[in-house]
């Protein structure tokens, strides 16, 4: 049997669709685990009553306090019966065949994990693209533990190779316990962390190049929503995956990593030129007191490029305002680049 946790908060607009995708899949030995993470949104509620008492493979766990979609997976996960377990969000869909086409290769392989592709969508439900399997020249095959971590587990560490998304992936329900998933806290990047924490005791990895999964595009991560979190949840996360990566032995992620991390404030940094532009002094100086951790002091030393050293040294100087300077004005260039490609293409179209 395979078990799909459907995590839910105040999703009601997009819900009914989504869980109308799940009920119907060609796939019947289905075990579905609405986790209502206290919705406050009446019509989210009447949706997941509907569904409930539709359908008697559904089952509810209704939170009394929200705790956020890590602590909601987790739940479900503990909770479950099946052999196999699925992750959907509440505002996604799936095709009609995707948990038949999945649980095929499970059976025809043995894998313990198997990865589909993606269909973004936007909001309004229209195909965006189809995702590329990280590095778009792997082909459909299976990958064996050695090779899954000497090669691929780098995915998890700042390297596009395979997607570290929980979503589109049927796993074997025992990786769960095997690795004793706790909850991150983190509040953006938590499937990324479990997954992290479940793949080094995956065996065989399948990955299929067949769309499994619809992901609506919702609001971008460096909008003004996310960047009051922005620092404390990346710091979090950086510390979670150093830890990760001592606990597995796997030193040839650190310098990607700390390059993930360069990478992440020039990020704070743009997200905060567009998004705060009233409040650029007060968000330096949030960059500043962070810049106060200690972990910031030994990244200089592993950059290979002349520009991310430059950053690093700053990093590790606590120069926060000079790091701003130097972001901004690196930004500014590659527009202005981008902006003479444009009217150079529109200048040699034909009239």
Same mark, same amino acid.
């Given at each position: 049997?395979?078990?799909? %946790?459907?995590? %839910? ?22 075990? %579905? ?12 509620? $009447? ?72 269909? $973004? ?81 995956? #065996? ?16 971008? %991560?460096?909008?003004? #929503? ?31 990593? $700390? ?80 902006? #003479? ?11």
């Amino acid at each position: 049997m395979l078990t799909v %946790i459907v995590p %839910i908060y105040n999703t009601g607009k997009y819900l009914d669709k989504c869980l109308s995708s799940v009920v119907g899949q060609s796939y019947r030995d289905l075990e %579905i685990i609405l986790v209502n993470d206290c919705s406050t949104d009446q019509n989210t509620i $009447n949706v997941i009553q509907k569904w409930v008492k539709q359908d008697n493979r559904i089952s509810l766990i209704d939170k009394k306090q929200n705790e956020g979609v890590d602590k909601a997976r987790i739940s479900g996960i503990y909770s479950s019966h099946g052999d196999y377990l699925s992750f959907v969000d509440s505002d996604d869909w799936l095709p009609y065949d995707a948990f038949e086409s999945m649980m095929q290769k499970v059976e025809e392989t043995g894998a313990d994990m198997v990865k589909g592709k993606f269909a $973004n969508m936007w909001l309004n439900g229209l195909l965006k693209k189809v995702s590329d399997l990280g590095d778009s020249s792997i082909e459909e095959r299976e990958i064996l533990h050695d090779e899954l971590m000497d090669k691929y587990y780098l995915s998890f560490f700042g390297v596009n190779i395979v997607p570290v998304s929980l979503c589109g992936t049927i796993f074997r329900r025992s990786l769960f316990i095997d690795a004793n998933i706790q909850a991150s806290g983190l509040k953006f990047g938590e499937d990324l962390v479990m997954n992290m924490r479940v793949f080094p005791f995956v #065996k065989k990895y399948y990955q299929m190049k067949r769309v499994v999964y619809c992901y609506r595009q919702g609001l971008p %991560i460096m909008s003004g #929503k996310y960047l009051d979190k922005w620092l404390s949840n990346f710091n979090n996360l950086y510390k979670i995956k150093m830890q990760q990566i001592k606990d597995a032995g796997y030193d040839k992620a650190i310098f990607y990593q $700390n390059v993930e991390l360069v990478n992440y404030l020039k990020s704070f940094v743009n997200g905060c030129n567009r998004h705060r532009k009233g409040r650029i002094s007060e968000s330096i100086d949030e960059l500043q007191q962070e810049l106060k951790d200690p972990m910031y002091r030994n990244i200089a030393a592993s950059m290979k490029s002349e520009k991310m050293k430059i950053m690093a040294e700053m990093l590790e100087k606590g120069d926060a305002s000079g790091f701003w300077s130097y972001v901004t004005e690196q930004n500014k260039q590659g527009m202005s680049f981008q902006m #003479k490609l444009v009217e150079f293409v529109y200048s040699v179209l034909p009239n």
